[in-house]
C-alpha cells in the first residue's frame, strides 16, 4: 500500500512538473491555453490513475477479513469481561457470606458460590453450597440471611456437613 501511494506520489509530482515545464517554453497565446489544457488533463489523469487501477476485490477482502478478526477479538473481549465479572460477584458473595457465618459463630465453613443470568442479561448469584459443620439454627440463620441478602431461595442452597 506504502508502495502505491509513494508511485502515485511520484507520478503526479512528475505529471505537474512537465505541465510547468511545457507552460513555460510556450509562447503566449492560442498554444499556450491549448497546451494548457492538455497538461492539465495529464494531471488530472495522473491524480485518478490509482482509481482506475484500484484492486476494489482485495480491499473488499481486506474490510472482510479486518470486520471478522475485529468480530472475533470482541467476543473474546466479552467473553473476559464475564469471566472477570463472574469471579468478582462469587469472590465478593463468598466473602460476604463467610463473614456472616462467622458471625453466627461457624468456622472453617467451605463455601462456593455459582452465578447466573437473569433475564435482562444481569449475573447474579444463584446457587450457593456450604460444607462445614452447624447446627440447626445456625443452617436456619445462614439460610435466611442467604434468601434475604442474596435471592438464593432454601431450594438452591446445598449444605453438607464435614462430617458426611
Known amino acids: 500500500m506504502a508502495n502505491l501511494i509513494r508511485t502515485w506520489i511520484l507520478g503526479l509530482t512528475a505529471a505537474a512538473f512537465l505541465a510547468a515545464v511545457a507552460m513555460t517554453l510556450t509562447p503566449k497565446g492560442r498554444p499556450r491555453a491549448v497546451v494548457g ?13 490509482p482509481i482506475l487501477d484500484f484492486d ?21 473481549w466479552e467473553a473476559h469481561q464475564e469471566e ?13 457470606i463467610w463473614d ?3 458471625s453466627l459463630g461457624l468456622v472453617g465453613m467451605d463455601i462456593e458460590v455459582a452465578v447466573a ?40 442452597q446445598y449444605w453438607s456437613n464435614a462430617d458426611e
Open 56 to 76: 476494489y476485490e482485495a480491499y473488499a477482502r481486506n474490510v472482510e477479513h479486518f470486520e471478522l478478526s475485529l468480530e472475533a477479538r470482541n467476543a473474546e
Open 84 to 96: 472477570l465479572t463472574s469471579r468478582i460477584i462469587i469472590e465478593r458473595s463468598e466473602a460476604y
Open 117 to 156: 443470568h437473569n433475564e435482562a442479561g444481569w449475573m447474579f448469584p444463584d446457587r450457593v453450597w456450604i460444607t462445614g459443620e452447624y447446627t440447626t439454627a445456625q443452617q436456619s440463620a445462614l439460610s435466611e440471611f442467604l434468601a434475604g441478602t442474596f435471592g438464593i431461595p432454601a431450594e438452591r
Open 100 to 102: 456472616k457465618a462467622e
Open 37 to 49: 489544457l492538455v497538461t492539465g488533463l495529464v494531471t488530472i489523469a495522473a491524480l485518478i490513475a
